[in-house]
């Protein structure tokens, strides 16, 4: 029992929680957003990175603090905003550097569901075909191989073949190379025809990538790296390493090339079970006991169809010229370089050094100085003696253009948004210098630092503005003001509050419209809570 007398116990004392400051509270917040935001951008998960940057600056836009007044609170907003910029640069100024390379369809998607019949005038043939090649795969000519053999005879099969065995001239020798390198087979290089018929772009609908289709899981446990820059699962040599390690792992642990080839499509752990739900370590058994997907049970029947017709493709009707393997030079820019100055230096198209370089998922190079960058052979000294005229700094954003008759500094720059006096600047020339046909200048394309410092305005809408107006005013694009505030559509409704980005915080040089409004309206555009200087951000 209790004691009926003692001390008498202290009375509890409910402490309540501290009241954090609001401001402190928004700061704490903003930091955090902004934080995972450089960690989203620096993984390449730009669209993950992009709202988080856009949650942080809402946050503050929305706070009613006024960030022109509290140094807190600005240092703050210009760091986050000129993060944002400099990471947009970086990516690219123009759009199209945010879109990905257009990826092509994996032909083994069209296939592996399919049946076909089975040619019986084909099977002696075949056989007899399959012992006068040789090979260092196991070639069983059965009814399951006998169809696909009879698919790529029709027109539709016969494309995939003739395109497989056209392409896989560029990447032949290298491939023989690796495989020899790690000790596999030289004939699985079938498996990457009967994959993506050689495509490096190539893209399953499982998103597998690449000439050999790796999964993103499975491309990383074998070293392909992928982020926002790059996907080594569509590098030819990276992939083909990558896959013969993976092969000869799975060869070392079921012990047979037919269950290795069937567990690299559907993965080990399918191909294990199968092996203990039957009791066989074999192929053909998994297949007649229907234990194995579909497309697995059709993928290795192709891979021998495959390499039986390429072994021997004139006994099949088949006559193609195959591609010449495309020699490259290669260098590393040390940093991310655009494509386009590239391009540009050593006067060759963009969508050649894309061909060169499929890893890459955008048009600059990774910010990456172990970076391989392939150029047209003969053309590295070249790039490196033009390249050392452009700083390093400028290199995703500055651009070299080739005269053509007529063109004049006002023209380019025109052509280029910039200055002519910037051009001429950047070059050593006159204001006003006569230019020669073929001459190469140098573009600054993005503007000096202290030109893309940028006021934020906040505008209210009055009765008659339009969105186009507004952007005029303020010497802004009218999708960037629709990227700014979240609008669907170019209208905006009096009374609206508007977030503009736009150098000098004010309208610029007006336009003649703007002018002739200004003649009946005494007073200027109603702006409100502009900030200090920042430099601008696309959100």
């Known amino acids: 029992m209790l004691p009926l007398h003692g001390p008498h116990p202290r009375p509890l004392v409910f402490l309540a929680p501290p009241i954090r400051d609001p401001k402190e509270d928004l700061i704490v917040r903003v930091g955090q957003k ?4 450089q960690q989203n951008y620096k993984a390449g998960h730009l669209e993950a990175a992009r709202k988080d940057f856009d949650d942080a600056v809402d946050s503050m836009l929305e706070s009613g603090y006024d960030l022109n007044n509290d140094p807190k609170l600005s240092e703050l907003f210009h760091r986050v905003v000129d993060t944002v910029y400099t990471y947009e640069l970086q990516a690219f100024r123009a759009g199209d550097g945010f879109q990905e390379a257009p990826a092509v369809p994996a032909p083994i998607d069209e296939v592996a569901e399919m049946t076909f019949p089975v040619d019986p005038r084909l099977k002696a043939r075949a056989e007899e075909a399959a012992k006068n090649i040789s090979h260092d795969l196991p070639l069983t000519v059965n009814d399951e191989v006998l ?4 698919f790529f005879q029709t027109p539709r099969g016969r494309a995939i073949v003739e395109t497989g065995l056209r392409r896989s001239g560029r990447y032949r020798e290298m491939i023989a190379r690796v495989l020899r390198e790690e000790g596999v087979p030289q004939d699985l290089i079938y498996l990457a025809q009967a994959e993506s018929a050689f495509q490096p ?4 609908r499982a998103g597998a990538r690449g000439i050999w289709q790796f999964v993103a899981y499975r491309g990383q446990q074998y070293g392909l ?8 699962r569509q590098d030819p040599e990276k992939a083909t390493r990558a896959a013969a390690q993976h092969l000869r792992d799975l060869y070392g642990l079921f012990g047979d090339w037919y269950l290795a080839m069937a567990a690299y499509n559907c993965g080990p752990g399918n191909v294990q079970k199968g092996i203990e739900r039957t009791g066989y370590a074999d192929f053909w058994e998994l297949y007649k006991r229907n234990v194995l997907p579909r497309e697995t049970k059709n993928y290795v029947p192709i891979i021998v169809a495959l390499t039986l017709i390429a072994k021997d493709a004139a006994h099949y009707g088949i006559e193609v010229d195959a591609e010449a393997p495309v020699p490259a030079d290669i260098v590393k820019p040390g940093r991310a370089i655009d494509l386009r100055l590239v ?12 061909g060169l370089n499929p890893s890459l998922l955008r048009l600059a190079t990774p910010d990456d100085p172990s970076f391989e960058l392939r150029l047209p052979v003969g053309s590295a000294e070249r790039f490196s003696a033009e390249i050392a005229d452009i700083p390093a700094d400028k290199w995703v954003s500055w651009r070299r253009h080739r005269v053509e008759a007529g ?3 006002t023209s380019i720059g025109k052509k280029y948004h910039v200055t002519p006096a910037a051009i001429a600047a950047a070059n050593n020339l006159e204001a006003h210098a006569a230019l020669d046909a073929g001459e190469k200048l140098i573009i600054p394309a993005a503007p000096p630092l202290a030109e893309t410092k940028r006021h934020l305005v906040s505008y209210r809408v009055r009765k008659g503005d ?8 303020f010497s802004v694009e009218a999708d960037d003001v629709r990227k700014w505030n979240r609008l669907k559509s170019n209208h905006v409704g009096r009374g609206m509050v508007l ?3 736009t150098l000098g915080g004010a309208p610029e040089a007006k336009s003649a419209s703007a002018r002739a409004k200004s003649k009946k309206a005494a007073h200027p555009p109603t702006s409100v809570a502009q900030s200090s200087t920042s430099s601008g951000t696309k959100n």
Do not use: Q
């Open 343 to 354: 391009a540009e230096t050593i006067d060759v198209d963009v969508e050649t050094l894309r």
């Open 466 to 473: 339009t969105l186009l107006g507004i952007a005029d005013r």
């Open 147 to 150: 169809s696909f053999l009879n």
């Open 34 to 37: 902004f934080a995972s935001g």
């Open 225 to 232: 790296r992928h982020t926002w820059w790059i996907d080594e």
């Open 407 to 409: 063109e004049t500094l």
């Open 201 to 204: 772009l190539a893209l399953s």
């Open 499 to 501: 977030r503009i980005y």
